[in-house]
């Protein structure tokens, strides 16, 4: 139970909701209670006056006397129904406080998870999977809600009720009182049992579902390939045997689920029938009146539900302190890269490979291994190599994804680590291989890393990576909406649309990771000559897979397994005769016999 001890930062926060939460839960037990005694004050009355009623047969003052006791009773009556009205207020006030606090409290939790995950590192992101961030911000943060609203409703409706009604039955007959009660710990137990059960199977049924969407999402996202290799109808039967598991499961919770109220009534009838038993007999022993055995039945049917909710609390909070572990693990990692300094100022854009070694946290895979390189300030330089070469590698640790494992890269002369983290990344303008464009208009998307750029800008940054037309010819234009990930665009368009996102930031360093692959040699023209004055006076680093003559590189380095094999310039390597003169003749025969 010690995970949920950082829930206590949260009851503090709304302290108040919870004390008045308290007070009205504890009010509106009292009128409830007030009730039964107002029952049995109405039936001894009742019981007492018959005989009397009787004796005046023939009398005048019989039929007073039925005026009298009807008036009395209607009075009784009106108490009740006022006494219910008052009780109904103030549980409404209850649940207006803890149930609102436990919606604040969810809501705070899951704003401060989600700002955390956002802190981790791209390691942590790597190490877990999507769904699993998912679940913990979503389903186990509502696990936890359940604890902090009902379960501590429940709580304190539990102890307030269980203190006034035992009170008032102890007031009645203590021997009464123990035989009424005695059923009652049966039905919290069992009922612990049976919600323990319908808890688990609920767990399954929830991750049978949650694989049962992930199937589906899969065969829509990758709708294309199943039908081209014509497997829809295995697809429907993976399916539908996911579809009948779901089923099962579901028929073993019913089974459970069935239990739940014949039990608690089973138990509840049994201590009903003590009472009338016990209590008849103290009756005729005349140590208790007719009117305290129906006080008792409705006592102990108002006992009915909170004894029934000890077991369904428990289980409860077990499940929110499982849950609650799930996010403390989360909360408690810290991120690995941090900002040592606050710094706003420019950069100039000196780039120092210094035997740079990196090897991936979590697969030991040395993708770097004493790689040193040096750009001055305004200088560009292509880097070439095979897949998995390291190319990518280079610019995630440029723009600190990851620290570098041995070495040091610097920029103007300072080790990249002692930088302000938010400024460098302000400043380099990086367009990953896996171009990501989010679910909202191109407009938005192009302005990701300058909320307020004015729309002339979007569209300029949008002619300079040749994109403008495209977007343009678009349903309504820059204010078309992409779709989840980009998924109405072509692949060339969105390498585009993030070429623009990283321009509009007017960045002092650019790293282009193969962000031309899937652009048509008189479009790749078009934005290199765009480069050409653009990146003028910023030092560029772009990776790629092909030669670009148009484009001047003052060095290019070729990869090899985490080495540099090559390096120089156009002419340089075109003499050493290596990979990249082999890359070049490729290129070049290609191009002729195209
Ligand atoms: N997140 C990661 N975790 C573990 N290993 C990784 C990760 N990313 C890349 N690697 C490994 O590091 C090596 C270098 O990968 P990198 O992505 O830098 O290559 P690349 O030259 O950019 O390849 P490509 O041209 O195919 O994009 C590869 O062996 C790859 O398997």
Known sequence: MKQLAVLNKYFLRYRWHLLLGTLFVTLSNYFRVLQPQLIREALDLVVENIGLYHLLNGF????????????????????????????GLFMYFMRQTIIVMSRLIEYDMRKELFAHYEKLNLAFYKRNNTGDLMARISEDVSKVRMYLGPAVLYGINLASLFVLVIYSMLRVSVELTLYSLAPLPLLSISIYYVSNLINKRSERIQRQLASLNSTAQEVYSGIRVVKSYV????????????????????LELVKVDSFFFPIMLLLIGASTVITVYVGG??????????????????????????????????????????????????????????????????????VVFDDVTFVYPDTGIRALKKVSFELAAGQKMAIVGRTGSGKTTIADLLVRMYDVSEGEIRIDGRNIESLDLDNLRRRVGYVPQDVFLFSDTVANNIAFGRRDAPQEEIEKFARHAAVYKDIKELSEGFQTRVGERGITLSGGQKQRVSIARAL????????????????????????????????????????????YSHLQFDKIIVLDDGRITEVGTHEELLELRGYYYDMYERQTFEEASS
């Open 281 to 350: 007999l103290q009756v005729v022993k005349g140590t208790i009146t007719a009117g305290n055995i129906a006080e008792f039945v409705i006592y102990v049917n108002m006992l009915t539900w909170p004894v029934t909710a000890i077991g369904w609390i428990a289980s409860i909070i077990q499940q929110a302190a499982a849950s609650q572990k799930r996010i403390n693990e989360f909360l408690d990692t810290q991120p690995e890269i941090t900002s040592p300094a606050e710094d706003e100022s420019p950069i100039e854009g000196q």
């Open 60 to 87: 005048e003052l019989q039929a007073e006397l039925y005026s009298l006791l009807g008036k009395t009773l209607l009075l009784f009556g009106g108490l009740v129904l006022l006494f219910a009205l008052i009780m």
């Open 504 to 547: 509009i930031k007017h960045p002092d360093i650019i790293i282009l990771d193969d962000c031309l692959s899937a652009v048509d040699t008189t479009t790749e023209k078009e934005i290199l000559g765009y480069f050409n004055e653009a990146l003028a006076d910023k030092t560029a680093i772009i990776i790629t897979h092909r030669i």
């Open 231 to 250: 497997q829809e109808a295995p697809m429907v039967r993976h399916f539908a045997d996911q579809c009948e598991d779901y089923k099962t499961k579901s």
